[in-house]
């Protein structure tokens, strides 16, 4: 684990105020990394420094989840579903094995990390025989810069969403693109995807990295009635308006929890300015620029954070909790 982690009495009153009772008894984590050191072994110190989420978390055994998600929620049973570290330096190969023997050992779910490169052959092979249900394809395999300019397809070309499409699975798609989910490349090739693969359920992850509340306002307008065709998942989500926005006007069974684990383990909270964010935080990270600090001492952790937001936005709908902390993701990232 991770030795900036680590749970305070504060912490504890937190989840105990604001937390503990408001979730369902089991819930599903439908977005976290898990890795072992040898499959990061070659991502350069010049690819963390681009990306403060990378230096934040990169490595999570699942021994180590069990440990976090047993400190963060005790009162909670939690699943997950397991996502490789899509990064175009960690070895793909080895991590999505560890993937499928997590799926395998410990009933888990788990999804397939996709490279441009491989062949429909290699992947149809590697799914088939695996215990997969769904793929992860990532923006970092076309392009190292976080937010490029590059096409969905160039990182998951037509042809395996056309397999993906056949196999009548999921695909959790992290966007491209400074614009984020309403980039006009974005909103054309989600509307490509969606009429052209229609057996594919599209999970856009981040809420199309929508932190600020803006983007998915204008997502709204741009997608029209499509935004109900696809999923989103809450990953690194806290703004409390996002959450309103989306329970607003998305069927609540079109949305799934996710934390992003191993990378939002830290204490802190966010401002929003200007449509965009400022990561407030304690632990001693080289992106943390200390803002606030005589107030860093009262930080929580960020993941209670994220839950007291999204709770608040249920307002107590027990039907609404039960199916985004469980049901939605078991329906779309369904076992093999």
Known sequence: ?????????????????????????????????????????????????????LESGMLMPYEDAQAYVSALLPDTAVKFICLPWPLRNADTAGNNQYIDSIVTTHGERGLFTNRPEYSVEYIEQAFQTGHFSGFKPYPYMASSVKGADVSIFDFMPREQFALADRLNTAVLMHLPRAGRLPAEGNIREIREIINNYPNVRLVIAHFGRCFCHEFFEEALDLLG??????????????????????????????????????????????EWINRSYVNLCREEFSWNRH?????????TF????????????????????QAIFHDNALEVYRAK
């Open 1 to 53: 684990m991770y030795d900036y982690f680590k749970k305070t009495a504060l912490d504890e009153a937190y989840y105990q105020e604001r937390i503990k009772g408001r979730l369902p008894a089991e819930i599903v984590d439908a977005h976290a990394h898990f890795n072992l050191p040898e499959h990061i072994k070659n991502i350069t110190a010049e690819e963390v420094a681009q990306d403060w989420a």
């Open 225 to 270: 009635d499509d935004i109900h065709r696809v999923y989103f998942d809450t990953a690194a989500v806290i703004n409390p308006k996002v959450y309103r926005l989306t329970l607003d006007h998305l069927d609540y069974k079109r949305i799934l929890f996710g934390t992003d684990m191993p990378i939002m383990l830290w204490h802190g909270r966010r």
């Open 291 to 299: 803002q606030y600090p005589a107030e860093e001492e009262g930080y």
């Open 302 to 321: 960020i993941i209670y954070e994220q839950l007291n937001s999204l709770l608040g936005a249920l307002d107590g709908d027990k039907t609404m909790a």
